[in-house]
């Protein structure tokens, strides 16, 4: 069975390549299948309005915006708002934390981002009751069960055939 990660769609919004992909691989390795990267606000608002992102980690160190403002700005756009966002910063002061929870942050991570730091406040997120109650998350009883040696190769369950 995938884990609970496997489902949700996440991008990432940095102007950083470097830090781009090596958040890219850290959040695969934790179980994302579909990770994307994109530049500014622009970018992001056009990739939701195609496909909506359930997690958006986004970078405070952008040019035109800092985090925070960012958040200030897609939570207000009916677009953006429902996802969970997670900022990375370098900014270790308890006025930026506090000034990226006030302006709808989920979760703040500083840098440098080890693997366990993502993993934990990913879990965590996804445990909360803001991750529920917007649907981000699927209820693992909603999820295909992983079914060993199925017929049709797949790793989900068959359909049941009709009585005849």
Known sequence: MFSTFW??????????????????????SSGFDSVEIVGDLMHLRRRQTYLRRDLIVCDSELAALDGSDLLLLARADPLLAP???????????FSFYERCMRR???????????????????????ASKRAWRGKVV???RSLPELIEGNANGVGFPTPPRPHM
């Not at 840098?111 to 990913?122: E, R, S």
Request: charged share 20%; aromatic share 6%; no cysteine.
């Open 83 to 93: 996802a969970l966002f997670v900022v990375v910063t370098e900014d270790t002061s």
């Open 7 to 28: 489902y949700l769609r996440s991008i990432i919004v940095t102007e950083d390549h470097l830090f781009g992909r090596i958040m890219r691989i850290m959040l695969k």
């Open 104 to 126: 709808g942050a989920d979760a703040v991570i500083h840098k440098p981002v080890a693997p366990t730091d993502l993993n934990n406040a990913m879990v965590q997120l996804l």
């Open 138 to 140: 699927p209820h693992p």
